[in-house]
């Protein structure tokens, strides 16, 4: 059985992907972040995760292995799912990737602009939302 590092939740609601002006759809973007499953990352869909004027909304769920790694940037025992709005262009999805595989570090300076994506829900249903998400395997 592999072990899972954590989740990535990709929403596939009704504007996320689909929306005009939206350069490639999310089937495109769950093609490129499916390449982390290879690294020990669950990769999956979801129905309308909210905010959709903020979208496309990606969604990280930390693993019980990440959460205990301590890596630089990054505290002990972190396990809230941490969401990033605006993820609709492919650099994102990238650095996105590339800070996935750096260990979740904010440390280098290069993920600042990842950083700046970062959303925090504030509708009454995060909290149902997220015992959901961080139900990895």
Excluded at 94 to 106: K, M
Excluded at 112 to 122: D, E, F, I, N
């Amino acid at each position: 059985m592999s072990r899972k590092l954590g989740r990535i939740v990709l929403c596939r609601g009704c504007c996320c992907g689909v929306a005009p002006g939206r350069s490639q759809g999310a089937a495109h973007r769950i093609e490129r972040l499916e390449t982390l499953k290879n690294s020990g990352f669950e990769v999956t869909t979801s129905e309308c995760l909210g905010p959709c004027a903020l979208g496309d909304m990606l969604v990280f769920v930390p693993g019980k292995e990440v959460a205990n790694l301590g890596a630089a940037g990054r505290p002990v025992g972190r396990r809230r799912p941490l969401w990033f709005m605006g993820m609709h262009l492919d650099s994102l999805n990238e650095l996105f990737i590339e800070w996935i595989l750096a260990n979740q570090s904010w440390a280098d300076e290069k993920f600042a602009l990842l950083r700046k994506q970062q959303y925090q829900p504030k509708n009454d249903n995060r909290k149902a939302i997220n015992e959901h998400l961080s139900c990895v395997s």
